[in-house]
């Protein structure tokens, strides 16, 4: 938010001035005699000195206001504003000082003055209020000046007027029983501050400062308008209907625009609906400097929105300023102060206003009133400072003449001569048009309210009033306090079907209408009635808008868009720009893992844990699961590996069966070798375990039948390579005991006991820490690797050093063997088989740590699925040629080595 030019940021400026406030109520009450005489000492002009008392001298008795009186029993007082300024003489204390003078007329604050008189003279015909008992009224112009209305309600209260003065004993009606007004809350708050010592009733119709709701400092405010409190949530509601959270704010330099401001901002603050770009007062009078710097700043900004909590006299200046620097594209927004201002709706001004969206009181309609108002007349016989000079002024305003005595340069200059008998009909300005009656009706109800409480008090029962005794109030001795205790109570429908009564703050029920200011193809604005905002029985705001009926001053005619940084959709998060306001901010994609599936979002969340950011990272999707599957590429070629494998295994066992007494498959140990192929058919089988998702049965016997199958086959291949030996051995002289102790039956129980060991080994595994599968979320973000977790890596490492370890022996004793007489054995066939086994056992650990997810499981199938290949190939390939290719070599003889051709 812009700081103005005196140097304080607006918080601060506001807190002081508040506290300034707060100061000047706190001492009113106290130096009230030394504050009327600085305030209001050059309203008294000092009376020339006596001949008899020529060292003393005295106030004068008139203090020359702008009014319009009417005697009565009982009178009420008034306080409006007939004009828009006043110009303060020089207070240089040096000389006798000028009276203030008052100019520019208010034709629509004249209008509000007479509905006053109106609503009196309608009562005194209403018999059934007030019978015997007529109403008086004495109406004061305030001039917009605290000082002039400050005297004015002194003077009502303390009885200026000679016919409104008490006798001697200060026993009787009070010259006022109770002012309508003011309509300015600072005026309001001053006048209240010292009336309020002696609970004279003010019941005012237009101001709205929210402080005004104290009942402790304020304790006979009354008023017909609502709160500014009630009036910045309902902007505050149409700012979030329209999506505005950019704005710029204007505020008058009183206690309207400065309380407006505080609540403004602790309410846009707490709502989290919106910032101020910027917080400029608007000086009064007219200081051009000051108002074109803030016209200046409303050009830079980027916020097309401004609310402009002033009176209408503020923004004559204003738009002066804004026309002269042609700025266009703002969307202006008013508070009630000046939403029904017609002195604004100008040609000039029109292009710069048209579609204004502002907040007016509600509208009433006042039967007989526009009659009345046509009844109104000059008073010939008292155009002075005194008598109806408020109705005079009027008068010569809107037939554009003067009353005797003339000003010396006026006949000179062609000016006309009021008659008095001019025709009101044929003035065609706002003061007959009763069409959107919105103060007026305020002031309407703000006088029957005084009148029902007045009648209350006069129809009491003596012995049930809460005054001293139960005795009741009269109108000989009527002190206005007790007029303040009916006034709590009032409780009246208007003709206007409005019911009137007062909270326990003095407020009346809080509702708006919201208007918008219509460009006509003649140039000129209506102002129309839009929507409304009320509080509901819930104590919660209700906007009602109809925006097909909305009037843009914009391109396209649409709704114009006030945001310091755009929305960050889903998919992103805001992030605050230092130093500045939190709706500017920048979009920041939200980090790998997290969403934001809302506008706006100020975080990104966590996506649960099987479910992963989709690729606009504006909502979760399930990760994809990943496992060695029967249904890809790689999964379906291992797969048929493994039953080719299976295939070659079952093809060999059967050609070995069918040529089982031939030489070659004698010769080599049949029964072992059939263990050995069926052996390799279980290895290639039991690949077909590491493919398809991991379940627990699969993850169990997938290792286990691994370790089993491979020493199954491996005992098989040592135990081979030991007979080979130990033939060999036989053959030599005296070595025939080494078979008598391998024979068959050692042979097969060597074996068994060789792939118990390794059973043993499994089942212990199994039981003390299980292989289970598991959903591992490390290695990928976005995936799932199902995958079956070892449990025990001991366990691992001791199957597979087993294996190692029978592989490594057979290997050393295949290669001890190799070179012995081909007739006695196939010892080289099994060392290059051993070789292979080793070579690719020895490449697949690094290869399998290395490997992350289903490669690993690839891994692991590929090595058992290539030593299987390569036992099956090196140890049956040789055979199965000569059985089926070379048959003439599978005799007795050529195995012995002796006629072998080649």
Known sequence: MQVNKRGWHSNTGLRKRLNRIKVMWAFLGINMLLHMHFMLYPYFLPAVPSPLSSSSCQLQKHFYLNGMHKAGDVVLGGLFET?????????????????????????????????????????????NLLPNVTLGYSLYDNCVSIGIGFRAALSLVSGQEEQFMLDETCVGTPPVVGIVGDSSSTRSIAISSVLGLYRVPMVSYFATCSCLSDRQKFPSFFRTIPSDAFQVHAMIQILKHFGWTWV??????????????????????????????????????NDQDEIRRIVDVMKKSTARVVIVFAHESHMINLMEEVVRQNVTGLQWMASEAWTAATVLHTPHLTPYLAGTLGIAIRRGEIPDLREFLLQTRPDLHNNNSYGNSMVNQFWEYTFQCKFAPLPADWVDAGGALCTGQEDLEDVDNEFLDISNLRPEYNVYKAVYALAYALDDMLRCVPGREPFRGHSCGSLKELEPWQLVHYLEKVNFTTSFGDQVSFDENGDALPIYDIMNWLWLPDGTIKVQNVGEVKKSAFNNEELTIDADKIFWNFEFKKAPRSVCSESCPPGTRMARKKGEPVCCFDCIPCSEGKISNVTDSLECTSCPEDFWPSLQRDHCVPKKTEFLSYHEPLGIGLTAAALLGTCMCAVVLGIFIYHQRTPIVRANNSELSFQLLLSLKLCFLCSLLFIGRPTLWTCQLRHATFGISFVLCISCILVKTVVVLAVFKASKPGGGASLKWFGAMQQRGTVMVLTSIQAAICTAWIVSASPVPHKNTQYYNDKIVYECVVGSTVGFAVLLGYIGFLAILSFLTAFIARNLPDSFNEAKLITFSMLIFCAVWVAFVPAYVSSPGKYADAVEVFAILASSFGLLVALFGPKCYIILLRPERNTKKAIMGRGIET
Do not use: K
Request: with cysteine; glycine share 8%.
């Open 248 to 285: 710029g704010l204007l505020i008058s330099d009183d206690d309207y625009g400065l309380h407006a401001a505080r609540s403004f901002q602790s309410d846009l603050v707490q709502s989290g609906r919106g910032c101020l770009a910027y917080l400029e007062v608007l000086p009064w009078g």
């Open 83 to 127: 004009h828009f300024f006043s110009v303060i003489p020089d207070l240089s204390f040096t000389s006798e000082p000028q009276q203030p003078i008052c100019h520019s007329f208010d034709v629509l604050g004249f209008r509000q003055a007479q509905t006053m008189a109106f609503a009196i003279d309608e009562i005194n015909r209403n018999s």
